[in-house]
């Protein structure tokens, strides 16, 4: 349901831009007095510069993030296995993680700042590793509670933030800072 209406609203947004561009008055004379089967056989502008990577629907994908941008574990992990602190730190540091069922980014500078993204909300927390432990902090999303999750290996570059005392979800990590966070 959130998908869908976050896609009929991205249409409409898309539609009122291209429906705001004024028509000099020329092409608005001729349009009205054009046969109606003519205005509606009319071509629509090409758009003048190519579709991002991640908006291209040929790119294959996984929780809609390009694969080409996906980051996997450094090192070979087993199915279901709990990462360690030296895992998380390759993996999280300096990539960003996207959450599977939501439009949720969190993106790990170095020194323990994080940046999130949700929906069209951003926020500037930290997190720390421990005992292959993962925690967040965000001051505004979570009042400043400290989230804490272990990180499993799911394969075909997914993974799990299992929560300690909060909800678990799946994330793919992507290379970098894609959403500019």
Do not use: H
């Amino acid at each position: 349901m959130k998908r869908a209406l976050f896609a009929g609203l991205c249409a409409l947004a898309i539609t009122g831009c291209e429906a705001s561009e004024e028509p000099s008055e020329s092409s608005a004379a001729a349009r009205t007095t054009q046969p109606a089967t003519q205005a509606q056989a009319a071509p629509m502008p090409a758009v003048a510069q190519p579709a991002p990577a991640l908006a291209n629907p040929a790119v294959a994908r996984v929780a809609g993030v390009p694969t080409n941008m996906l980051v996997s574990s450094p090192r070979a992990v087993a199915q279901g296995a709990i990462l360690g602190d030296a895992d998380l730190q390759q993996l999280l540091v300096g990539n960003s993680i996207k959450q599977v069922d939501d439009q949720y980014w969190a993106y790990f500078l170095p020194g323990g700042q994080l940046r999130g993204l949700l929906v069209n909300l951003t926020e500037t927390g930290s997190y720390s590793f421990s005992n292959g432990v993962v925690c967040k902090s965000w001051p505004t999303w979570a009042t400043g509670t400290q989230l804490c999750y272990r990180v499993l290996a799911l394969g075909n570059a997914r993974y799990r933030f299992s929560g300690i005392g909060v909800d678990s979800f799946d994330v793919v990590i992507s290379r970098g800072n894609p959403q500019r966070l």
